[in-house]
């Protein structure tokens, strides 16, 4: 069982930057690949990136490539986020989730474990 807890969400204004954090529970952590993925009320939910067990391969939905950094520390059992140059439409709930697969996922039925969400919004 692997537990997730999201934060760093907040209002911000466009071109501003924010740093999601996903601290996760348990010791396998490490062999998982973890994604983040938003969601707004309505909308289908979205895949924004992924990375490895290792750290060593990422992806990122064409939308923010260039803007969002995904890393992890896996000593710290924490996956980050950094969003630079935030627009408006990256307004959203944003999920991070672990999969017991540990190369690179973008759909979200092959995560097993989700977090609760942090609220990201972006005025223009």
């Known amino acids: 069982q692997v537990q997730l807890v999201e934060s760093g969400g907040g209002l911000v204004q466009a071109g501003d930057s924010l740093r999601l954090s996903c601290a996760a529970s348990g010791r396998t952590f490490s062999s998982y690949a973890v994604g983040w993925f938003r969601q707004a009320p309505g909308k289908e939910r979205e895949f924004v990136a992924c990375?490895?067990?290792?750290?060593?391969?990422?992806y990122y939905v064409d939308s923010v490539k260039g803007r969002f950094t995904i890393s992890r520390d896996n000593a710290k059992i924490t996956v980050y986020l950094q969003m630079n140059s935030l627009k408006p439409e990256d307004t959203d709930v944003y999920y991070c989730?672990?999969?017991?697969?540990?190369?690179?996922?973008?759909?979200?039925?092959?995560?097993?474990?989700w977090g609760q969400g942090t609220q990201v919004t972006v005025s223009s």
């Open positions: 990375i490895s067990k290792g750290g060593g391969s990422t």
């Open positions: 989730a672990v999969t017991q697969l540990s190369w690179i996922q973008t759909n979200g039925a092959s995560y097993d474990y």
